[in-house]
């Protein structure tokens, strides 16, 4: 579930391009460079920036340059092929969380911001 104030969640969204990083228990969030070409629209972390928090993540976050925290297809795909159980993403408007299940990837809580 989503424990944290959504305010914190807002502290990470960008309106020109999309944050990334893991999740650690208890929630916290690690800020990971994105190393996609189109900032924009995609993020994408390196092993190498992952290497020293991925033993001890549960999940992974990324934000919409948008409103929608809906999942895109290229979230979908490389959710649903994770090695995480947890996936967050944050827009302006909202924080939505899903969770990797044996029936597929699940949405388990969504909060709007404000």
Known sequence: MITLPVHDYLTLHSPTQERCGLV???????????TAEDKANYF?????????YSAQAIGTWHTHTHTNCNLTMTDYNSF????FTFHFVISSAAVSMYSNSPKGLILVDWRPHG
């Open 44 to 52: 994408c972390m390196s092993e190498e920036d992952m290497s020293p």
């Open 80 to 83: 649903v092929e994770s090695e």
């Open 24 to 34: 650690l228990p208890r929630e916290v969030f690690i800020e990971i460079p994105n």
